[in-house]
């Protein structure tokens, strides 16, 4: 290969669509697109999922929705940032979510006629009106309540019963509306969270529910560079900015042609890895905008080789811990300077 590659395994995002709706047990499967698919593609995912059976998705933006809505006309297409603009979420269809009683207000003054969902705050305190405010919305004529949980990932955490409880009060006082409370982690914590529909994203492109692999989710995004030089560096010498590696011995080192600019993020330094020639082996100093130097010593390697740094071998939560952030973060951070190709 001769420059950077990210291929994007549509199989594998279906594969990962399937295991949600089993574990969903009859809950729609809601797929969540924002931040351009979490940034493999929101168009070419999207396009897949319904292609799979999804009708219903979310976008956190307004221009996010209008764009999906050129993808898929006939989709339910659900918009957290809630209602902003009327007149644009009912030129493309879109269904807001509203987050606060000012955005219900808006909604029932202006466009009462537009189909809405309401975003109920059970315990994260970021969007959605409160419980007792709820209580006086009591009827509000929306086709859906969701609520979102702050702590999901963690299965023991005492928030999580506490959300599904709240939630479970308030979509009695919405007898007509449908209710949906689980993002990927809390399709997997059981019944009680799982309502009418559930929303994943994370585990749908790669990333395990408890933001660490788990064996019923395959990687989606593959992340690929060529070598583009191999060199001995002599022991005691060091390796790239701030001469940040001393080389205890001598070591056979490959300079890769991927850097922060491309999606490795910077803070891989010093713990990630990178996979080469069946093995997987360590990043040697600091990542480049445009580089990233990897030990290959003892192995048959030469220019033009490609190296993994995502994918089967290097598991996004493995690389995103090894960083020091989440499966989120590193996805959404793929720039798109690398070739993108879609594998169906
Ligand atoms: C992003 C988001 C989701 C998807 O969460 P994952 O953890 O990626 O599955 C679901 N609901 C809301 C409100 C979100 O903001």
Redesign the pocket.
Known sequence: MDSARITVDLGALAHNHAALREAAAGAEVAP?V?ADG?GLGAAQVARRLWDEGARSF?V?RLSEGEALRTVLPDAAIYV?DGYLDGARLEAARLVP?LNSLQQVDAWRAERPALPAAL?IDTGMNR?GVRVEEAEALKSLPVELV?S?LAC??EPEHPLNALQAERFAHVTSLFPNARASLA????IFLGERFRFDQV???????G?G?CERPDARIRPVAIFEAPILQVRNVPSGESIGYGAAFVADKPLQVATVGAGYADGVLRASHPRGHAFVAGEKRRLLGRVSMDLIAVDVTDLPVRAGDPVELLGPNILLDEAAAAAGTTA?ELLTRLSSRAERVYRA
Do not use: D, T
């Open positions: 969540v924002k979490y979310y956190a957290f979510v975003h969007l969701i979102h999901a990932p993002n990927s982690g809390g929303r994943p994203g994370i585990s749908l492109y990333g529910p989120y």
